[in-house]
């Protein structure tokens, strides 16, 4: 056996910035944030489809209520689908680079983040057609920014801000910071509007379609965000190669 040493000559500064930087590259070599974010993107554009063939309305004298029954059947395995993929892709990039993967966290955040949305959801739909909540006055913003949190896109959100600490990734960070911003506080709300406040065409005047459309605009800005940010990291991988 023998073992290495180092020469009184050799600088410790400069091999302390030597190892710096050869582990900072390993973790660049670890980061596939760009696939996270695409997998998610493609998750939430093919939701919309799902949204609209599964909304049930009823409208009577007194108005019209919804129930968006797509939103449970097609978000928990989606996110659990997603997730999975997301974890192999990569454990086997890092095979592939006789690299070790370190997320496994990030994929049981996020599958836990599936059951928290099937069990929040589950339990508002038996509840809340019987004893609905602020019951004849306006809806507080507060549980405006609660709903989205825990909806599929908040959830989104909260994982993100796990694998942007695996990663040590900043510009995930930031990202996922915009992002959590955009999905609670930016987005517009459709409480208390009026069907008559969105202008379609007179094809598509009826109430059940508006319905279902006064929904579609906010998951497109979602899921063009993260389309968005998936490409621009991934071109980001491509440029640091």
């Not at 996270?36 to 949204?51: E, G, N, Q």
């Not at 379609?209 to 968005?228: E, F, K």
Request: glycine share 8%.
């Amino acid at each position: 056996m023998t073992t290495g040493s180092v020469s009184a000559g050799d600088d410790p500064r400069r091999l302390l910035s030597d190892i710096r930087n050869l582990t900072g590259r390993v973790r660049r070599d670890q980061r596939l944030t760009y696939v996270s974010l695409l997998v998610l993107a493609a998750v939430t554009f093919v939701a919309i489809p799902f949204d609209w063939l599964f909304m049930r309305v009823h409208c009577d004298g007194s108005g019209c209520t919804f129930a968006r029954r797509g939103m449970l059947y097609y978000w928990p395995p989606a996110l659990l689908l997603a997730y999975a993929a997301i974890a192999v892709s990569y454990v086997r990039a890092a095979r592939a680079r006789g690299l070790g993967a370190r997320v496994l966290p990030y994929a049981i955040t996020g599958a836990a983040t599936a059951v928290v949305f099937t069990a929040a959801y589950t339990a508002a739909a038996a509840y809340f057609p019987t004893h609905p909540p602020f019951a004849g006055g306006p809806v507080p913003f507060w549980w405006i920014v609660l709903d989205r949190l825990i909806a599929p896109w908040g959830l989104i959100g909260l994982a993100l801000l796990v694998l942007a600490r695996l990663e040590r990734n900043v510009a995930l960070l930031v990202f996922t910071l915009s992002y959590l911003v955009l999905v609670l506080l930016v987005l517009p709300t459709t409480d208390g509007m009026q069907l008559s406040d969105w202008a379609v065409p007179s094809f598509m005047s009826g109430t059940n379609i508006q319905l279902r459309l006064s929904m579609t605009p906010s998951q497109l800005i979602i899921g063009a965000a993260l389309l968005v940010a998936g490409i621009s990291f991934s071109r980001a991988r491509r440029s640091q190669r």
